[in-house]
Structure formats: structure tokens, C-alpha cells
């Protein structure tokens, strides 16, 4: 089973920038796509970006121009590049994969916390 490991978060100011990494482990299990979500205290979890096995990415209307998502396929991990970050970027970020075991994202790490003060 493919197990996902998050790192880089911490406590930046508006305007600031970070990159968060999810290293996977070696898996013969094919990722139809990984994604980075995130859930701010009392609400839902929601993706804001992600990179299919394409290479094609996509993000939420909150992020699009400010995070880029991008992976290092020889050292099995995708990375979440946040630039210009607001306070309501501030949450713990998961990142998960979509495995073609099941429907939808199967696979999910730890979290990090991202805090953006004002």
C-alpha cells in the first residue's frame, strides 16, 4: 500500500511563501492522480489542486495563480509551491492519492499545518 508522507508546513505572514512535499513510498500500485486538500477548523476538507498521471493539473479558483503543483517522478514526490499566501490559506494541508483500487482519493497523509497570520 502506498503510504504518503507531508513535510514543509509551519507559520508564515501574508504575503509570503511556502512548498510543501509529499514523499511516497515505492508501491507497485498504479496513482491514477495525487492532490493536495486542505480543512480549515470547523470546515470541509476541499482539493485545491492536484496532477494526474498525465501530467495535467488542475486547481480551485482560491489558489489558481498563487499554487503550482508539480512532481518528481524519480524520487516519488509531489510538491505544493504557495506563493502570496493569505490568512485564509491557513489549514492543515493533506495530501492523497487516487489509486486505481478504488473511486476517488483512497490514499491520504498525515496533514501539516499551514498558519498565515495577517
Known amino acids: 500500500q502506498v503510504r504518503l508522507v507531508e513535510s514543509g508546513g509551519g507559520l508564515v505572514q501574508a504575503g509570503g511563501s511556502l512548498r510543501l512535499s509529499c514523499a511516497a513510498s515505492r508501491t507497485s500500485v498504479s496513482i491514477n492522480a495525487m492532490g493536495w486538500f486542505r480543512q480549515a477548523p470547523g470546515k470541509q476538507r476541499d482539493l485545491v489542486a492536484s496532477?494526474?498521471?498525465?501530467?495535467?493539473?488542475a486547481y480551485s479558483d482560491s489558489v489558481k495563480g498563487r499554487f503550482t503543483i508539480s512532481r518528481d517522478t524519480a524520487k516519488n514526490t509531489v510538491y505544493l509551491q504557495m506563493n502570496n499566501l493569505k490568512p485564509e490559506d491557513t489549514a492543515v494541508y493533506y495530501c492523497?492519492?487516487?489509486?486505481?483500487?478504488?473511486?476517488?482519493?483512497?490514499?491520504w497523509g498525515q496533514g501539516t499545518q499551514v498558519t498565515v497570520s495577517s
Open positions: 492523497a492519492a487516487d489509486t486505481v483500487v478504488t473511486l476517488g482519493y483512497d490514499i
Open positions: 496532477i494526474a498521471r498525465t501530467g495535467s493539473t
